[in-house]
């Protein structure tokens, strides 16, 4: 089957009040070709997203995502942009209560698609115990462990409506290789509902694969998809265009003429 589509058709498949899972890790091999095709789309159609934006790290990409209203809510353990500073629209929104943050850890996001890959409710741990992120977070509840009576924290279950991963390359059936650094990238492809993956290359066939066929829905040929973020070993972050990100981003104002001008370039 072949399942190659454009940017703007894979853009179209988000749809208003999803949540938006974002692959990669902090500013590795993030899509953001999708998040400029999602830009240009809402630029055209002024939709109202009201998007959750599920990543285990977010970044450059998220942070695009949120200066342009399209975020309502957030999940991920780290929003920022490493060396080159914080995020400056997160940070701007999130500092004037603009944007509803759930917290999150490593722990409760492993938790939670564990516990969809289970096909089960929630997942049981014992991280956040003797914590305060359980006041933080009155969904995530108590359960008793019926064999040692142990309390444990009840994580629930996460599942995507959308995933988008950003692959070194793909074929046309939908398999997909992401390479070593996978955050929980395969674990998105198995618990959501839908799953586009952008790829460097289009070949006509993987001797092996990260991702597989029947778990994939769309594939999109986007070379430099991940740029300016990095895409090992195929080409390393622009680092210059990150920190002129940070620099010149600092509320909406300044937040529009940059994208005024990354959409147009």
Not at 87 to 107: N, W
Not at 127 to 152: I, K, M
Request: proline share 6%.
């Amino acid at each position: 089957m072949n399942k190659l589509i454009s940017l703007p058709e894979a853009a179209a498949l988000v749809q208003p009040g999803s949540t938006l899972a974002l692959g990669g890790l902090t500013l590795y091999r993030r899509p953001l070709a999708f998040v400029r095709a999602l830009l240009q789309r809402n630029r055209q159609k002024n939709i109202r997203f009201d998007l959750t934006l599920l990543a285990f790290t977010a970044g450059l990409e998220s942070d695009l995502l949120v200066g342009a209203g399209l975020v309502r809510q957030t999940r991920t353990c780290y929003f920022g942009l490493e060396i080159f500073g914080l995020a400056p629209m997160f940070t701007y929104c999130a500092g004037r209560g603009e944007l509803e943050i759930l917290e999150e850890t490593e722990a409760s996001l492993a938790m939670g698609l564990r516990a969809t890959l289970a096909g089960v409710g929630f997942m049981p741990g014992r991280a956040w115990l003797g914590t305060d992120l359980p006041r933080l977070r009155p969904d995530v509840l108590t359960v008793t462990d019926p064999y040692s009576g142990e309390q444990l924290m009840a994580f629930p279950a996460i599942h995507p409506d959308v995933a988008v991963i950003h692959a070194l390359r793909a074929d046309m059936d939908g398999n997909a290789l992401i390479g070593k650094n996978r955050g929980i990238d395969e674990e998105l492809a198995l618990t959501a509902n839908t799953v586009i993956v952008t790829a460097e290359e289009i070949v006509p066939e993987l001797e092996q694969a990260d991702l597989v066929a029947p778990f994939v829905d769309a594939i999109v040929h986007a070379p430099l998809g991940a740029a300016p973020t990095s895409c090992h070993p195929l080409y390393p972050l622009d680092g210059e265009a990150i920190l002129a990100y940070a620099e010149q981003v600092s509320d909406p104002s300044s937040f529009q003429v940059y994208l005024d001008a990354w959409l147009s370039s």
